[in-house]
């Protein structure tokens, strides 16, 4: 299903350009070379450069189930039997973290 997923996100072109994680051909390297592309370009062009650093692990520590399928379905299309079956991989009891949720999509 994942496969299937990548295939109709790619295909449709609803990933953003530098979207790296879960990616064939990009990785944690081609995101900072991109980073360092920019700031270069930037330095080289004569204006100024700066990095900030946020770490927003903890913002998306859970995911609102509702929010999440209704996002699915809303910016991505995925609806009706393939909606339903992202629904079955969440739990009852309350919110899924992100890292368990895709544990669960990708190791099923």
Known sequence: MVRQLMMYLTDADLLPPVQSGF???HS?????LCVLSDILLAVDRGDFAIRVLLDLSAAFDTVDHDILLQRLELSFGIADTARDWFRSYLPVEG???VAEAYD???FA
């Open 28 to 32: 944690t390297e081609s995101a900072i």
């Open 95 to 97: 919110n899924l973290s």
């Open 104 to 106: 669960r999509l990708l």
């Open 23 to 25: 990616r064939p051909g």
